[in-house]
């Protein structure tokens, strides 16, 4: 939590315990009488719902506000998910620090069935281990935060979603998305699908026609200048179709 002086006034914010802590313990309302714990202090407030977390309020050991958090998705979220299972991707799985509950509950609404919460950065990089090393084909981690930079460095393929402000996960990963749009990593993916095929496309277009073109000039059924010509051809040719990459299809 933080805590400083606002107008002569020694004001906290942050958990319960740090916010309601005094010199004698937790204070009860009117300051006089310690509370017996940190329930009989929440239940000022009412419930939390297992998807909310809390920071609270005390001006001068006076326990006086709660501010309510809840993790929302992302708007596009569960239908980037959706995307990248029609893209063939089969595991999707969730690694956050955040509660159990809510983790759970952001999960089922996205569409992902794996969770795993509650971890620390160092939990993240040995789940991600354990993966890569459970023979999965490729393991892809995507992080938009600081914390994410060391699990983005010991994935196969590391994506960091940024405004510009994390440098350090950028930094880890081998890709970023900077408008922060988690609808660009299917499209990410599927770039590089179509970017791969176009290569060796062009690839193979270049070694066909260039061994075609040996063949007919070492049985002399073209001249060498043709031969010379032919070839720079083909290389033009090569570079053309693998332009084609370029182009945008979606």
Known sequence: GVSGEVNGHAVR????????????GFLAVDRTVPSRSEDDLRTR?????????????????????????????????????????????????MLTGDKRASANIIASEVGIDEV?????????????????GAGKTVTMMVGDGVNDAPVLAVADIGVAMTDGTSTAASESAQVVIMNDNIAAVPRAIAIARR????????????????TVGMIAAAFNLIPVVVGAFLQEAIDVVSILWALTALIDRD
């Open 13 to 24: 914010v942050g958990r319960l315990s740090f916010a309601a802590a005094g010199e004698d």
């Open 45 to 93: 407030f009412g419930l939390l719902q297992p998807d909310e977390m809390a920071s609270y309020v005390s001006v001068d050991g006076q326990l006086i506000a709660r501010i309510v958090l809840r993790d929302v998705p992302r708007a596009n979220a569960k239908a980037a998910l959706a995307k990248l299972r029609e893209l063939g991707v089969t595991e999707l799985a």
């Open 116 to 132: 795993h919460a509650e971890l620390f950065p160092e939990d993240k990089v040995a789940a991600v281990r354990a993966a890569t």
């Open 195 to 210: 970017t791969k095929r176009v290569m060796l496309q062009a690839v193979l277009a270049g070694l066909v026609l260039a």
